[in-house]
C-alpha cells in the first residue's frame, strides 16, 4: 500500500494561475481532508469529504473547490493563485473513527509569486 | 480561527518526563488527539481520547478531563528523535479535525 500520495511536491505559481492539487489514496478510506500549514501556526482545514460525492467546507475554504468523484482522489483545486495561498498543503484520509487517526500525505510545498 | 492552546515551546534532556498541555474550547467537542510532526516531515497519529482518562502507549501516554476541556501529552523517557512539534486537533465530528499552533519540544543531550 501507498497510502497516501500528494503531487506535486513542489510548485511556483504566478499570482492568477490556477492549479490543481492531486491526492489519492489506496486505503479505501472514507474520510478526506485537505489542511494548508504555515510557518508558525497549524494545520487549517480547508475542505474535507465524508465519503464520495460529499464534501464541505473547513475554517479557511476562500480560493479553494474540491470535488469526491471516487473514493481514491480528493482533488484540492485552487482557482486563482494568490501570495496569501503560498503554504505547504497536506492532505489526508481516515477509515472512520478517529481512534485510528488520520494518515497524512508528504504534502505539496506551493509557492505564489 | 484556533480554538486549541498549546504552549508554543517545551525544552528538556535526555531521559527526562515532559507534558505539553492542551485546553479547547468545549462547542462541538467530541475528542482530543495528538500528533507529532517532524520539521520538513508530515504530521503522524500519535494517540486519541475520545473519554475521560489516560491512554498510554509505550513512551507516550494522552490524558483528557472534559469537565476541565483540558488534555496533555506525556513523554517519558525523552530521547533526542523525540525533537518535533506536537500538535493537539480537536474532534468537530464527521471526523473532522480542528489543529492547535502545536508546541515545539526541544530534547537536548
Known amino acids: 500500500n501507498a497510502g497516501v500520495t500528494q503531487t506535486p511536491k513542489f510548485q511556483v505559481l504566478k499570482t492568477g494561475q490556477s492549479m490543481t492539487l492531486q491526492c489519492a489514496q489506496d486505503m479505501n478510506h472514507e474520510y478526506m481532508s485537505w489542511y494548508r500549514q504555515d510557518p508558525g501556526m497549524g494545520l487549517r482545514l480547508i475542505h474535507y469529504s465524508v465519503g464520495a460525492g460529499i464534501t464541505d467546507q473547513g475554517e479557511v475554504p476562500n480560493g479553494y473547490n474540491v470535488s469526491r468523484s471516487t473514493t481514491e482522489d480528493f482533488p484540492l483545486r485552487l482557482l486563482s493563485a494568490a501570495p496569501s495561498q503560498t503554504s505547504v498543503y497536506f492532505c489526508?484520509?481516515?477509515?472512520?473513527?478517529?481512534?485510528?487517526?488520520?494518515?497524512f500525505g508528504s504534502g505539496t510545498r506551493l509557492t505564489v509569486v | 480561527g484556533q480554538s486549541l492552546e498549546q504552549p508554543s515551546e517545551v525544552t528538556a534532556v535526555e531521559g527526562a518526563i515532559v507534558q505539553i498541555n492542551c485546553t479547547y474550547q468545549t462547542s462541538g467537542f467530541y475528542g482530543l488527539s495528538w500528533y507529532q510532526q517532524h520539521d520538513g516531515g508530515a504530521p503522524t497519529f500519535l494517540s486519541y481520547?475520545?473519554?475521560?482518562g489516560l491512554e498510554e502507549t509505550g513512551r507516550f501516554s494522552s490524558f483528557l478531563s472534559r469537565s476541565d476541556s483540558y488534555g496533555y501529552l506525556l513523554l517519558q523517557e525523552l530521547q533526542m528523535k523525540d525533537s518535533a512539534s506536537y500538535f493537539c486537533a480537536k474532534d468537530g465530528g464527521f471526523q473532522k479535525l480542528v489543529f492547535g499552533t502545536g508546541t515545539r519540544l526541544l530534547v537536548s543531550p
Open positions: 489526508a484520509s481516515t477509515t472512520g473513527g478517529l481512534v485510528g487517526g488520520y494518515t
Open positions: 481520547n475520545g473519554l475521560d
